[in-house]
């Protein structure tokens, strides 16, 4: 129990007769000192009450209170602890007046406990000498460090805080007036307290949680820049890459005949459509001597630049140079000082030279094919390419049984003997070679094109120049596909003997 | 300071610096003459508060002089608190810390005092 003391009463019991000898007495008040006291501190309870409202921090509000508690008893000695009211044990030190640091966490260690004790049995203020006992160490260390009253702070009935008040140096009691005050104060400034650290924990979490979204939005705008970056460095490194394209498109289309070959007796006429800037398929329609002519198409997998280097390489091997040793057209030391390679060895020297340890993971599929002029034979040979189309007016045939071996460039082995195919061209009669680009045709819905389409285009431009008919029968099958252009690099390349 | 409480800084002849306290010393202007006696303290200076136009004095206020004087005390400095107005006489006298504070009676001797200690 508080010892309380009303000095009207004359009666003044010494609640800490050991340890806190009376220095003196304070005079009996007079009724209008006691009204004039009495006028002070209830409005220091006033203005207590609209100063710990007024704040949302917790240092603010626990400095209101001190101040307002020395203020009403007259001490120079305060200290409040506060534990944040989450039960998470002893409270910490939050403000300290004429109390040394030391003793007051001594002082906060040896009296929390006890004073939840004495919360539990209905109380909230003591005094050190009444809990301990006067002897106690711990009411020696109240009073050397010149504590009076310990209080309890609550919020919602349970302890959030504590409070250490001193007096004056000549007095050794509180009136009943002034205990009625302070545990008033108290029990105002416990709520005011915890909402004011709740605000704080709350302006501390919300300024973490800006914080936080700042540097995510920096993380953001980093990673945006990076990507902006790196789709710089790909616009760049694609507009490179179609630059070079460009350019061996413009090599590839320098070995394109220039129009017509001139072969004897015959008429001849090309549609080549690359598929972008560089193609993988390439022809050649050249004359061997006066009586022979070479044809070859070929088609290289893939697209792009490497398609288009191989496809240019083996285009210079098939094409004969006047004078010198090559692919199609060796020199003999006899006359006629020639020698026209046949199609089979042709084949062979192509694989020679890009099977076996130069092997890339490019392949070509290539027709090549050798025409007597005078006779109308035709030898030919196929690596893995599509066979040529023979046509006679509104007629025409795929040749189904030709002799194909497998493209240039698989690692197949071994190829065994290649053979040759062999037909004689009539007068009138027309034959075709073309890559799988005008076979393997899509619709714009994504179906595919009746395998006969090409030779049903073929046949239907029979009666046309041979010339117009190349042109017609790729227009048809555009038309057929209802596309403006085919997915695949297209060649159709078609000779034509007169005479019919 | 707030609540039409001024503070006004002033010089004497010798050096001392005096603080004149003008309207209400409660809750809302004790803590701001705290923060700005304590910058005078912690740059080594003893002061003087010149009370005289200090026209209420709260339990917050009394409890900022109690405050002080211990600050200053403990810190080896003084504080002097000059020409109490009777609004801070009657407070002081309620609680009996005539003998708690360094009071004089005017701004002069308060400064006469420091510099004595000098």
Request: charged share 20%.
């Amino acid at each position: 129990m508080i010892s309380r003391h009303d000095s009207s009463s004359g009666k003044r019991p010494d609640p800490w007769p050991q340890a806190t000898p009376v220095i003196d007495a304070p005079p009996i008040e007079s009724p209008a000192r006691l009204a004039a006291r009495k006028d002070y501190l209830l409005l220091s309870l006033t203005e207590l009450n609209r100063r710990l409202w007024g704040t949302c921090d917790i240092h603010e509000a626990a400095e209101g209170l001190l101040l307002s508690l020395m203020g009403q008893v007259g001490t120079t000695r305060a200290a409040l602890w506060f534990s944040g009211g989450d039960g998470a044990g002893e409270p910490a030190l939050i403000k300290s007046h004429g109390i040394e640091p030391m003793q007051a966490h001594a002082l906060a260690g040896v009296s929390w406990g006890d004073m939840l004790v004495r919360f539990r049995k209905g109380s909230r203020l003591a005094f050190p000498a009444e809990l301990w006992g006067a002897e106690h160490a711990a009411s020696g260390l109240a009073h050397a460090s010149g504590v009076r009253l310990l209080g309890l702070l609550c919020a919602h009935n349970a302890p959030v805080g504590l409070v250490a008040l001193g007096l004056p140096e000549w007095r050794s009691h509180y009136t009943s007036l002034e205990l009625e005050v302070i545990e008033a104060s108290l029990a105002a400034a416990g709520l005011a307290l915890q909402t004011a650290h709740l605000n704080s924990v709350a302006t501390k979490t919300s300024i973490l949680l800006r914080q936080a979204d700042k540097s995510f939005r920096e993380l953001n705008r980093m990673k945006q820049w990076q990507l902006l970056e790196q789709n710089r460095i790909l616009e760049a490194s694609n507009l490179e890459m179609a630059k070079e394209l460009q350019s061996a498109g413009n090599l590839q289309r320098t070995i394109i005949p220039p129009g017509p070959a001139r072969i004897p007796g015959y008429d001849s006429a090309w549609a080549f459509h690359p598929h972008g800037e560089a193609s993988g398929d390439m022809f050649g329609v050249f004359p061997l001597d006066e009586r022979h002519a070479g044809v070859f198409v070929l088609d290289v997998s893939g697209h792009g630049m490497a398609s288009a280097m191989l496809s240019f390489a083996v285009s210079r091997l098939l094409c004969p140079i006047p004078g010198q040793d090559n692919l199609v057209k060796r020199r003999l030391s006899k006359p006629p000082y020639y020698e026209i390679v046949p199609p089979t060895e042709v084949l062979k020297g192509l694989r020679d030279r890009f099977e076996g340890e130069q092997s890339s993971r490019f392949y070509f599929t290539l027709i090549y094919a050798v025409l007597c002029a005078e006779t109308g034979d035709l030898e030919w040979v196929s690596a893995g390419h599509m066979p040529p189309i023979f046509a006679r007016g509104d007629e025409c045939t795929r040749c189904r049984e030709q002799s194909a071996q497998t493209p240039v460039g698989l690692p197949i082995a071994p190829h065994g003997d290649e053979a040759s195919n062999r037909m004689t061209l009539a007068p009138g009669e027309r034959v075709f070679f073309y890559s799988d680009g005008l076979v393997d045709i899509r619709d714009r819905k994504g179906l595919w094109l009746p395998d006969a389409s090409l030779e049903g285009a073929i046949t239907q431009t029979g009666q046309l120049p041979i010339a117009r008919s190349v042109d017609s029968v790729i227009e048809r099958l555009e038309r057929r596909a209802g596309r403006k252009s085919f997915e695949d690099d297209v060649t159709l390349v078609a000779l034509e003997r007169r005479g019919a | 300071m707030t609540s039409g409480a001024q503070l006004v800084e002033a010089i004497s002849p010798t050096g001392t610096i005096v603080l004149r306290i003008q309207g209400r010393l409660d809750a809302d202007s004790a803590p701001k003459l705290i923060a700005r006696c304590t910058e005078l303290q912690n740059a080594g200076l003893s002061l003087v508060l010149n009370l005289a136009s200090v026209t209420f004095l709260s339990s917050s206020g009394a409890g900022a002089l109690l405050m002080l004087t211990e600050q200053f005390h403990e810190r080896g400095s003084d504080l002097r608190l000059a020409a109490l107005s009777g609004a801070v006489r009657s407070v002081i006298e309620l609680l009996e810390l005539g003998s708690s504070l360094a009071i004089d009676q005017t701004e002069r001797d308060s400064v006469a005092a420091l510099e004595a200690r000098k």
